[in-house]
C-alpha cells in the first residue's frame, strides 16, 4: 500500500495538462448554442406558437395543449440536428444534484419501422416512478406517485445526446417534493409584494425580478490521490490527515497564477458552460492551496440556480476529462478554508431600476432607502431561519467553527449606509436624499455617495454584507442548492414588504403626503435595527457571540436544532401567508433534514471507524514492530549501552501503543453511541444523537493525526494533505 502512495504521488505529480477542444469561432459566437433560447424560439416557431410561449414565459398564462405540441415539434426538430435522441426531465429533488430519466426519441411507426417522436405531453409533463426519492413522509411509498412539470422560465438544454427538460415535481397530492417549487412561488411573493411600493414610484412597473449571482468555490484533487482516500471517495472530506506544514500562511495561493493543469480544466468548463448558456466570467485561485472559485455574471434568480446545478454537475465530468477530482464539500480539510457559495443578490424592475443600488435622484435614492431598510428588517426578524436555509451537515464544519460564516445571521452595511441610516433618524421626514456631488446642495440632505460600489469596505467575516448594489449571502454552502437560501430571503423580505406596504398606506390615508409616509414609516425600522442586525465588526471574534445574544439575534450552533427554525409557528404562519409552503411541507421538509443529517453523519462515521481500525492502527502497528526489532537488535548488539540507545525507540512504542489504544476505545464508544441512535425512531432526536457523534469523530480524529506525526512516512498508507494539496 505505501509502495502504492508513492507511485500515486509520483505519477500525479508529473501529470500534464490535457489538450481542449477549443471551438474555431468566439464565445459570443457559440454561447448559448445547446439552449432553446428566444432566438432558436424565434427559428423553429411559427409566429403564433412563438407568441404564446412568450406570453407563457413572460406573464404566466397557460399553454394550450396544441400549442405545447408545436413547441415540442419545434424543440424537437432544433435537437435531432444536434445528435440528440433521448430527452428528459430534469428536476432538483430533495437529494443533492439533479435527477433525470432519459428516454428515447424512438416510436413504432406502424409500418415496421420506427420514428423520432416527442409531443407536447412528453414535454409538460412525466410521472417518474418517484419513489426512492425522500418526501419526508408526505408519499408513502406504495402510493408513489410524482409528477414532474415543464417550467418554461428555464429554457430547454442539451446534453450530450439528450434533451434536458427544466421541470418542477410535486407529489400526486400537490406538495412540492424539490427545490424549485418553493422558489419559484418565493419569487412570485416578492415580485407581488414589491411592485405595489414599486408603483409609488413608478407606476409603469409591472414585475420585480429578483437576481441571484452565485461564485462557486471548488477544490481540485488529483484523482488517483483521491482514490487512495477512502474518505474523501465516500463522504466528500478528508476525515483524517495531519496539516501540511505549508497552508495557507503566506497567502500565495489567493489569486495567484493558475496551474497549468487547472487552467487547462477552467477553459474546458468555460468552453461547455458557455455552450450551455451559462455566463460564466470570473475564474481564480482561492486562499486554500488548490481551491478555486468560478462564477458567472448574475442572472434572474430562478435561472442562475439551474444554471449553478448544472455547473455543478459539468464541473465533476469535466474534471474527470483532466484527470481531477472536483470536491464541493464545504470543508474537505481541516486547518485551512473551506469553501462556500456566497449568493449576490438583488431586486430589479421590468423597467430596468436596481432596488438595492443608489437611485439617480432623490427620489430613487428614497426608493432604494426604502428596500435596503426593508431587506433588513427581514433579515432581522427571521435571522434565525435565514441560518436554518444554509444548514446542512456538511456546512456545519464551516458554521461557527471560526471560518466565513459564523453561525450568527448580522448584516454588514459599510461606513457610508450606516451614516445614511443614522442620519436620517435624525433629519425631518421629508428631506430629500440626495446624491452628493451636487455642490451646494448638502446642506441638511441626507448624501448617498456616486462612488458608493467601490466605496463599501470588504468584511468577509459577515454573512450578509451589502456590496454598494446588492446583498452578498455568504454563508451558503459549496454544495447546496442555492434555492434554500433564496426561497427562504426572497419569502422573508416579501413578507416584510407586504407589511411595510399596508403601514404606509396607513399612514397616506391619514393624510401624509407619499414621502413623508413611507419615511416616518421607516424611522422606527431603521431605529430597531440599526443597533441589533447591523454588525461591521469582526464575526468571529468570541465577544460578538455574547453580544449577539444579547442583542436576541439566533446564536443556535447545532444544525439539527436550527431546523426547528422552520415549523415555528409565526415561520409556518408567514410562508402560508405568501404562499411559498404549507405547513405539512415544512413538516416533511425538516424530517428529510433531519434525516439527510443523520446518514451522512452515519456515513462519515463507520468509515472514520473503519478506516481507523483497517489503515491506521496497522500501519501503526508495523512501524511499532519495526521499532521493536531495533531495539531487539540493539540490545543484541550493545546489551551495556541498550537503555540509552534505545530510549527514542522505547518512547515511540510507547507513544504508539497509548495511541492505538486511544483510537479503539473513542472508535469502540463510537460505535455503541450509534448503536444507541439507530434505535431512535424520531427523525429530529435521532440527528440530535448523531450530531454529538459527529462532535465525537474529531476526538478520533486527533490521536490518528498524531500519529500521522510519528509513523514513518514510507508506511503512512494515506496520501497526506501536503500531497492532495500541493499537486495540480
Ligand atoms: P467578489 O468581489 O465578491 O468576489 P465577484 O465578481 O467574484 O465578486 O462576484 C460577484 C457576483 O455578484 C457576480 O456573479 C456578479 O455578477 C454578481 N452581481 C453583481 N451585481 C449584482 C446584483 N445587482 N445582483 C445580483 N448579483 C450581482
Ligand atoms: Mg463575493
Keep these: 500500500m505505501s509502495k502504492l502512495r508513492f507511485d500515486v504521488v509520483q505519477d500525479a505529480f508529473r501529470k500534464k495538462a490535457v489538450d481542449i477542444e477549443v471551438p474555431e469561432t468566439r464565445p459570443s459566437e457559440y454561447f448559448g448554442e445547446l ?22 414565459i413572460d406573464n404566466g398564462k397557460p399553454l394550450s395543449t396544441a400549442v405545447a405540441d408545436k413547441v415540442a415539434a419545434g424543440i424537437k426538430e432544433w435537437a435531432i440536428g444536434h445528435g440528440v435522441t433521448h430527452c428528459t426531465h430534469w428536476f432538483q429533488p430533495l437529494t443533492e444534484g439533479t435527477a433525470e430519466k432519459h428516454d428515447s426519441f424512438m416510436e413504432y411507426d406502424w409500418k415496421g419501422g420506427m420514428i423520432e417522436e416527442f409531443d407536447g405531453k412528453s414535454l409538460v409533463q412525466q410521472e417518474p416512478d418517484a419513489s426512492s426519492f425522500p418526501s419526508g413522509g408526505i408519499r408513502a411509498t406504495f402510493e408513489a406517485r410524482g409528477y414532474t412539470a415543464w417550467d418554461p422560465t428555464s429554457p430547454v438544454f442539451i446534453q450530450d445526446d439528450t434533451l434536458c427538460i427544466p421541470t418542477v415535481f410535486i407529489s400526486y397530492t400537490g406538495e412540492s417534493l424539490d427545490y424549485k417549487t418553493p422558489l419559484k412561488k418565493a419569487l412570485n411573493a416578492v415580485s407581488n409584494a414589491a411592485v405595489p411600493i414599486c408603483q409609488l414610484f413608478d407606476p409603469k412597473v409591472r414585475k420585480v425580478f429578483s437576481y441571484l449571482g452565485w461564485e462557486q468555490e471548488y477544490f481540485l484533487v488529483d484523482e488517483d490521490l483521491y482514490a487512495a482516500r477512502p474518505d474523501l471517495m465516500l463522504t466528500g472530506r478528508t476525515l483524517m490527515g495531519h496539516e501540511s506544514s505549508k497552508n495557507q500562511q503566506l497567502d500565495d495561493h489567493y489569486f495567484g497564477a493558475i496551474p497549468s493543469r487547472v487552467a487547462a480544466f477552467m477553459r474546458d468548463l468555460e468552453i461547455q458552460g458557455h ?5 460564466l466570467k470570473t475564474r481564480h485561485n482561492e486562499v486554500a492551496p488548490n481551491q478555486f472559485e468560478l462564477a458567472p455574471i448574475f442572472g434572474e434568480t430562478n435561472l442562475s440556480n439551474d444554471q449553478n446545478q448544472l455547473i455543478m454537475n459539468l464541473m465533476h465530468t469535466v474534471a474527470k476529462k483532466h484527470g481531477f477530482v472536483v470536491l464541493l464539500h464545504e470543508k474537505p480539510f481541516q486547518g485551512i478554508n473551506g469553501s462556500g457559495k456566497h449568493n449576490n443578490w438583488s431586486l430589479g ?9 443608489p437611485g439617480k435622484d432623490a427620489r ?16 432581522q426578524r427571521y435571522n434565525g431561519l435565514l441560518k436554518a436555509s444554509i444548514a446542512t451537515a456538511t456546512n456545519a464544519h464551516r458554521l461557527g467553527a471560526n471560518e466565513a460564516p459564523p453561525a450568527i445571521v448580522s448584516a454588514f452595511l459599510g461606513k457610508t449606509m450606516t451614516d445614511v441610516l443614522h442620519k436620517l433618524l435624525v433629519v425631518p421626514s421629508d428631506t430629500p436624499i440626495e446624491i452628493a456631488g451636487k455642490k451646494g446642495q448638502s446642506v441638511g440632505l441626507v448624501e448617498i455617495p456616486e462612488i458608493f460600489i467601490d466605496n463599501t469596505d470588504r468584511n468577509r467575516t459577515s454573512p450578509f454584507a451589502f456590496t454598494g448594489n446588492r446583498f452578498e449571502f455568504r454563508a451558503v454552502g459549496s454544495s447546496a442548492n442555492c434555492a434554500n437560501a433564496m426561497t ?32 416616518d414609516t421607516l424611522k422606527p425600522i431603521i431605529a430597531s435595527i440599526i443597533d441589533v442586525v447591523c454588525f461591521d465588526g469582526n464575526g468571529y471574534s468570541d465577544e460578538w457571540n455574547k453580544e449577539a445574544a444579547r442583542r436576541g439575534l439566533n446564536t443556535e450552533k447545532s444544525v439539527p436544532e436550527m431546523f426547528k427554525e422552520f415549523t415555528k409557528p409565526e415561520t409556518v404562519a408567514m410562508f402560508e401567508r405568501m404562499g411559498v409552503y404549507t405547513e405539512k411541507e415544512l413538516e416533511a421538509r425538516n424530517e428529510v433534514k433531519w434525516e439527510m443529517y443523520t446518514k451522512k453523519v452515519q456515513i462519515e462515521a463507520r468509515v472514520t471507524g473503519r478506516m481507523a481500525i483497517n489503515h491506521i492502527i496497522p500501519a501503526a502497528i508495523a512501524y511499532q514492530t519495526k521499532l521493536l526489532e531495533n531495539i531487539e537488535k540493539l540490545k543484541n548488539i550493545f546489551p551495556d549501552k541498550f537503555q540509552k540507545l534505545a530510549a527514542v525507540d522505547i518512547a515511540l512504542v510507547e507513544e504508539i501503543s497509548e495511541r492505538i489504544a486511544e483510537i479503539r476505545s473513542k472508535v469502540d464508544a463510537m ?16 440527528a440530535k444523537a448523531y450530531h454529538e457523534i459527529a462532535e465525537s469523530l474529531f476526538d478520533i480524529r486527533k490521536p490518528i493525526d498524531k500519529l500521522e506525526e510519528v509513523v514513518d512516512n514510507d508506511m503512512w498508507p494515506l496520501p497526506k494533505y501536503r500531497e492532495l494539496l500541493f499537486i495540480s
Design 488 to 519: 427562504v430571503l426572497n419569502t422573508i423580505v416579501a413578507d416584510q414588504l407586504v407589511q411595510f406596504k399596508a403601514d404606509v398606506d396607513k399612514a397616506m390615508a391619514d393624510g401624509k403626503s407619499k414621502n413623508v409616509a413611507i419615511m
Design 671 to 686: 460505535i455503541e453511541a450509534r448503536k444507541v441512535a439507530n434505535k431512535i425512531e424520531c427523525e429530529y432526536e435521532k
Design 364 to 379: 430613487g435614492n428614497l426608493q432604494f432607502v426604502t428596500f435596503f431598510v426593508n431587506v433588513l428588517a427581514a433579515v
Design 349 to 357: 424592475t421590468d423597467t430596468g431600476t436596481l432596488l438595492l443600488a
Design 275 to 279: 455552450r450551455l448558456g451559462i455566463p
Design 35 to 56: 439552449v432553446f433560447n428566444r432566438e432558436k424560439m424565434h427559428k423553429y416557431l411559427d409566429v403564433k406558437t412563438y407568441n404564446a410561449l412568450v406570453d407563457c
